[in-house]
């Protein structure tokens, strides 16, 4: 009976491949659920006919995701009802100010009230620029 028993790896072997040929490594690799390099090294060994142990792979664990920190959720959220909020005016100040040019006695309301969305515009987009930690 052949001794089985794997020996340390001490020896580094280090190559650049094409693209072509890192696609079909990481292929392989990914069709045996092991890492590239242990692939590589499996591959290698067959193509050499190497008849000792090779070290044992496991399987790869798929990466865990980061979860993303509450405080940074709920200011995302807050950046998009700023956002909403934000064209809301817009479009509220563009509908008042077409609809009021017309009539001259309403035309200082209709600055008043422009004047007072554009004031809550700039607001909205002082707390936004807070937020992702811009200079206003």
Known sequence: MAN????????????????????????????????TTAYARLVLSRALNFEGALPETKPR???????????????????????DVRMNLS???RNLSEAHTFNPLRADQVVEQGERIDAIRRDVDAVRAQI????S
């Open 61 to 83: 664990k798929p990466p865990r995701k980061k979860p993303i920190i509450k405080d940074i959720k709920a200011a995302i959220e807050v950046l998009g009802l700023l956002i």
């Open 4 to 35: 089985r028993r794997t020996k340390r790896q001490t020896r580094m072997v280090g190559m650049r491949v094409s693209e072509d040929l890192y696609d079909l490594l990481t292929e392989g690799a990914e069709t045996e659920g092991i890492s």
């Open 91 to 93: 479009y509220i100040s």
């Open 132 to 135: 992702l930690g811009e200079r």
